[in-house]
C-alpha cells in the first residue's frame, strides 16, 4: 500500500435499506458536523436507520440521524437529532433532484464511513421493494446458503 492509499474505515451500515429498498444509484456525500458530533460519529454513536435525505430549498439535508451527545463536550454539545446538510456540487444536486421528484424514488444514506480525516456519508437514490419481492430475496439467500452448505460439504 502507498502513501496515498487509506482504506475506508466504515463507522455505520444501513443495512436494513438493503432488506427494504431497491438500490438504483449510490452516491458519496460529505457532511456539515460539528466537532462533538465528529467525535461521537467517530465512537459509532451513530444510527440511520429511521433517516433519510431530503431537499430543502436548493440543499440537501438527512432528516432524522440521530447522534448521541459526546460525554465530554459538556455544555457544547450539539442536538442528537437534527437536520444535517449534505455536501454535494451543484450538478450531482440538480440531477438528483430530478431523479427524487419521480413518483416513488427517495433518497436515503446506506453508509457513514471515515475516508482519510473525514466523515463521508454514502446516499442512493432507492426505490421501495413490494412484499413479494421481500420474499424473493429471502427465498435467494436461502438457497444461496444451501448451495454454499453443500459446496463445502463436498470439498
Known sequence: MSKNDHPNITLVKNKKAFFDYEIL????TGI?????EVKSIKDGKVSIKECYCRFIGR?????GMHVSEYKNANIFNHKTIRDRKLLLHRME?????????VAGFTIIPLSIYKKRHLIKVEIALVRGKR??????????R??????????????
Open 59 to 63: 440543499e440537501l439535508f438527512v432528516i
Open 32 to 36: 456539515v458536523l460539528c466537532g462533538s
Open 131 to 140: 412484499e413479494y419481492d421481500k420474499r424473493q430475496t429471502i427465498k435467494d
Open 25 to 28: 444509484e449510490r452516491m458519496e
Open 93 to 101: 444536486l440538480k440531477k438528483l433532484f430530478g431523479k427524487a421528484e
Open 142 to 155: 436461502d438457497v444461496q446458503k444451501e448451495t454454499d452448505r453443500l459446496m463445502k460439504a463436498h470439498r
